[in-house]
């Protein structure tokens, strides 16, 4: 965000802010006055004699995988041997999320480091955010659990004391009167496999989900480890995916694989170094910016400035606020747009596109992938087939096809298989006589057309907030540049249709032929796993698999085979609505929608809670104040018994828990993690480059997640843990007793995928990389070959492909498909609401409950004239305010409001205001009053507003520990956002097509305090 009266400000301070990522973390006290500018500089890591590194004896260096956020960048982290502790965090130079170039993994790491020390050169920087720099200081907060914690007092009061973690094991097992307030089952007693979760419908498994494991996804050998244990416990497990924005990714995917889920996609326009001047030529970014929201800044900032200086790139953001500053003589552009309006802005692009034939015609009508070939196409499209449309038909709303199951098309007024017919007429709407029956078809594209074409032009313009001639001018400038232009967008478009706005730039995309092309829709090629390899990791023998689970606890599966349903046929009732949102369309473990389903008691209620690495309670938009209340209090109404947390720092879920166990952080940990927002398929790699500062057990093991699952699992005796608890491809047996042992499986299952395309490994590059130091702990459980394997792994902080990116005018390593423009799968899945077929196309229809009235009958404007957006911080995390250095750079948000808006309220900037909704669940914030803010609309960052991570005062063995109040400042978004009127009991504001959890678009006042 740009604020105007900041802008002199700004311009004096560009040495200071450019010199963020590479400021010390443990530089000395900020009170010393300074003599001059490098007052406080660092000695050099290490210094060049004759083209060789002279090491700094008193340092280490290392490569880690970042936590700043989830792009999972690989960086360089410098450490004080004698201290352990971080001074300096920094890129590695071969991870593409951190350099323009990437190093290539054949370059030795002293090679490496030397270029980086090579002036007047863009290209040999390795970079790292404000946000990975920021975390450096993670170790050695002060305000880090490292120690078991119990309850004392009232849940909430954040009262705590300190306990062996023999005791705490123990307690957690058994259970009994804990806290003096009645007794608590222990998760051996909650385990009963063989009992139901829902005696009345055994659709939803057995007994043992009433444990509800809430995770963070993003950690892939933790997150395996975490995983393995709740299959064999045959626990609920919830992620955050859902409730942050899924829902436009699973909208992307409904182009590529015909099905009821197909699983999630996320494009960006190709500004790639490789394709250079052939690189995009127009983006349009909807609800972000470039480099913004889930995709390395370091990259892609690099990538842009380069593409829109020397390349003529042209790009539009379109977003209620303009987050950076548009650069003057470049092809930048900002588009303001209402919040929550994305669609109806995308559809009139769509049909601008069909009202002036602009089209790609060749892509579109090429109905095979032999087709596709010959006209020098990577993919073809259903755009042509026909679809039955008569009411009642057995086939309604599916293909027809021939005997053999070819899709038929219509060519010159013939029916054809495809087969016969590598080109397809795309727009048909007529009756035929096929096999003596009388068929009302439809092609695909048709469909879409007549979509489109329902809602007039002047209808889209006047949701958006954006003039009809503009978006005709959008469009014509997406279609200007044949198939380099591509559509993307981020989970600033999470509203109440996110799944059909991210659907509908898949379509844009479509239209023009741009998926996978050079300099068009780019799509990863993701990362290399570790569950699978020469220790098979992904199953557990003679274990339970994921058809032994049953339904979620918020029934992701077909309301159609429930004990619900099947009880209103008998009663001779109509079964539709059902009861609840069964997210058939996405089974992406939501958390938020599990907690509901506990507190209105449908399909069962919990009695445990782990929470590791979520902050459900934080960063779940809109969850009802009952939710809130089953963390209060455990007896209550809807109280959670036993909710155990385990954590580096106190979030605002852990602040309710009844034991801590503390956990590791990211320098401490393993890691195997994919880049986001690189094409190329890689990962960064790292062991543990600091000695974790968590207590030990009584058997000297550091005491974190795996230790703790493990511990309960070899309790209970789960299979897949403990003595020969893995099986290996050549038949034999290894153990799983410590978290070492995980990693150093995953990590050589990884490495063997990789295989001869990893580099050769010196002792020098070992050395330098600190592959050496973290391989110390893997050593004693892999072989002597895996483990030079998982060294040149290591050496490099990880792995990306360097094959060449392109194959002729498209991605390499991408097979040709059949892009949907009807996705007949999808089809298939029934509205559990009105019980009627899905859609095979994306459809449009202004913001809806549940039920399906319009947002505006319940909230009206005259009670809620402003609507309401949330970005995220360039600087900031969901939990990288428990970083010193965060709350430094970026102290505070604001609640942007347009100039003109603030007059018509009557507010002034600066005053106090409140900002609520209907949950009648106000917040407090500072007014900022702008120009780059779309009138009509607020929108706040977010990440903070904390209750938790040290922002208030705690008490641990009776001792106060004072609160940081900078973690506290700013405004929360999310608990504004209100629930859903027409659902039976309190539950979320949903997506309704993918029952995802919403929270952009919605309706407020903001008032003056």
């Known amino acids: 965000m740009v604020d105007l009266k900041k802008r002199k400000f700004i311009k004096s301070g560009v040495v200071t802010a450019a010199a963020v990522p590479v400021a010390a973390i443990s530089a000395p006290n900020e009170k010393e006055k300074l003599g001059n500018l490098s007052g406080t500089s660092l000695p050099p890591e290490f210094t060049i004699k004759s083209g060789k590194i002279v090491d700094n004896p008193d340092i280490r260096l290392g490569f880690a995988r970042c936590w700043g956020c989830y792009d999972n960048c690989s960086i360089r982290v410098r450490i004080d041997k004698q201290s352990d502790k971080v001074q300096r965090v920094s890129g590695n130079p071969y991870c593409p999320n951190n350099r323009y170039r990437p190093e290539s993994l054949s370059t030795s790491v002293e090679q490496a480091l030397v270029k980086l020390t090579e002036q007047n050169s863009l290209d040999n920087r390795a970079t790292t955010c404000g946000r990975g720099t920021a975390a450096g200081d993670a170790a050695n907060s ?21 306990i062996p973690y023999e005791q705490a094991l123990r307690e957690i097992m058994q259970g009994g009167d804990l806290f003096g307030e009645g007794k608590v089952e222990g998760l051996a007693a909650i385990h009963q496999p063989d009992k139901l979760a829902n005696p009345q419908d055994p659709l939803f498994g057995p007994a043992s989900k009433q444990l509800l494991i809430s995770y963070n996804s993003e950690v892939h050998i933790r997150t395996s480890l975490l995983r393995r244990f709740a299959g064999q416990y045959r626990a609920s497990i919830g992620k955050k995916s859902a409730y942050c924005g899924a829902q436009q990714r699973i909208g992307i995917k409904r182009v590529f694989k015909s099905a009821i889920f197909g699983g999630a996609a996320h494009a960006h326009p190709d500004i790639d170094f490789e394709a250079g001047a052939d690189g995009c030529r127009f983006g349009l970014y909807i609800g972000t910016s470039p480099s913004n929201s889930g995709n390395s800044l370091n990259a892609l900032g690099a990538q842009l400035a380069q593409a829109r200086t020397e390349y003529g790139y042209d790009y539009v953001c379109v977003d209620p606020i303009l987050r950076n500053a548009t650069t003057y003589a470049t092809g930048g552009e900002w588009l303001p747009i209402l919040p929550g309006r994305d669609t109806p802005f995308l ?33 073809h499209t259903n755009a042509s087939y026909l679809v039955i449309q008569n009411a009642g038909h057995p086939l309604q709303n599916q293909f027809l096809r021939d005997d053999d199951g070819e899709p038929l098309v219509l060519v010159d007024g013939q029916v054809k298989p495809v087969i016969a017919a590598p080109h397809g007429e795309l727009f048909v709407d007529q009756e035929i006589v096929y096999n003596s029956e009388k068929l009302h078809v439809i092609s695909s594209l048709e469909l879409m057309r007549q979509e489109t074409y329902k809602t007039p032009m002047a209808e889209y313009a006047a949701a958006t907030g954006i003039s009809e001639q503009k978006i005709r001018d959008i469009a014509n400038r997406f279609t200007s540049h044949g ?45 290399v796993s570790g569950l699978k390899g020469p220790y098979i990791l992904n199953s557990v023998e003679g274990g339970f698999g994921k058809a032994d689970q049953g339904v979620s606890l918020n029934r992701e599966g077909k309301y159609e085979h429930s004990r619900e349903y099947h009880d209103k046929v008998k009663q001779g009732i109509n079964p539709y609505p059902a009861q609840d949102p069964w997210p058939q369309t996405a089974p992406v473990q939501n958390t938020a929608e599990m907690l509901t389903s506990h507190i209105n ?60 166990i503390p956990d590791f952080v990211h320098m401490e940990e393993m890691a195997i993690d994919r880049h986001w927002g690189s094409e190329r398929k890689g990962i960064s790699a790292s062991g543990r480059l600091l000695e974790p500062k968590t207590e030990k057990n009584q058997a000297g093991q550091n005491i974190c997640m795996e230790q703790f699952l493990i511990d309960v699992a070899k309790t209970l005796k789960l299979k897949g843990f403990g003595e020969k608890a893995i099986k290996k491809t050549d038949g034999s047996y290894v153990d799983l007793h410590n978290e070492h042992q995980w990693g150093a499986y995953m990590l050589a299952n990884c490495a063997a995928n990789i295989g001869d395309d990893l580099p050769q490994a010196s002792a020098r590059d070992l050395e330098l990389s600190g592959a050496k130091y973290g391989m110390r702990n893997l050593y004693p459980y892999i072989g002597e070959s895996e483990s030079k394997l998982v060294e040149r792994l290591l050496s490099r902080g990880g792995y990306f492909d360097e094959s060449p990116r392109y194959d002729g005018e498209f991605q390499a390593g991408k097979p ?3 892009l949907n423009v009807y996705n007949e799968g999808l089809t298939e899945g029934i509205n559990c609401y009105s019980g009627q077929s899905l859609k095979g196309y994306p459809t449009y229809a202004p913001n809806a409950f549940w039920n399906g009235d319009r947002w505006e009958d319940h909230w009206p404007k005259s009670d809620y004239p402003v609507l309401m957006s949330s970005y995220k911080s360039t600087l900031r995390s969901p939990w990288s305010v428990s970083y010193d250095r965060t709350v430094e750079f970026s102290p505070t948000n604001y609640v942007y409001m347009h100039q003109h808006t603030g007059r018509a309220l009557n507010l002034k900037d600066g005053d106090t205001v409140t900002v609520r909704s209907a949950i009648n669940r106000p917040a407090t914030g500072t007014l900022k009053l702008v120009n780059d803010i779309v009138p009509g609309a607020i929108s706040i960052a977010t990440g903070f507003g904390h209750s938790g991570y040290g922002a208030n005062d705690l008490w641990i063995d009776g001792q106060k520990q004072a609160g940081d109040p900078r973690r506290g400042a700013g405004i929360s978004v999310n608990p504004i956002i209100p629930t859903d009127p027409t659902r039976t009991g309190p539950a979320p504001l949903v997506d309704v097509h993918t029952y995802c959890t919403c929270r952009h678009g919605v309706p407020v006042k903001v008032e003056k305090v």
């Open 347 to 379: 559809f009139g692009l769509i049909r601008h596109i069909f009202e002036n034939q602009l089209y790609n015609k060749k892509h579109l009508e090429n109905t095979t992938d032999a087709a596709a070939r010959q006209d020098g196409e990577l993919h």
């Open 601 to 660: 008691q449908r399909p069962f209620s919990l009695k445990a809670f782990i929470s590791w690495r979520a902050n459900v309670l934080y960063g779940a938009s809109g969850l009802p104040s009952e939710v809130f209340d089953a963390f209060k209090d455990p007896h209550g109404e809807h109280g959670i018994p036993l909710v155990i947390a385990i954590v580096d720092q106190i979030s605002t879920t852990a602040e309710y828990a009844d034991y801590l």
């Open 816 to 818: 040709g498909l059949c």
């Open 142 to 162: 002060k305000q880090r659990v490292t120690q078991v914690l119990k309850r004392v007092g009232k849940r909430g009061e954040r009262r705590w004391q300190s």
């Open 483 to 527: 198939r380099k232009a591509a559509v993307m967008l981020s989970t600033a478009s999470s509203s109440a249709d996110g799944t059909v706005t991210g659907w509908a730039t898949a379509m844009l995309n479509l239209l023009i032929g741009s998926h996978h092309a050079k300099g068009g829709a780019c799509y990863w090629h993701g990362p």
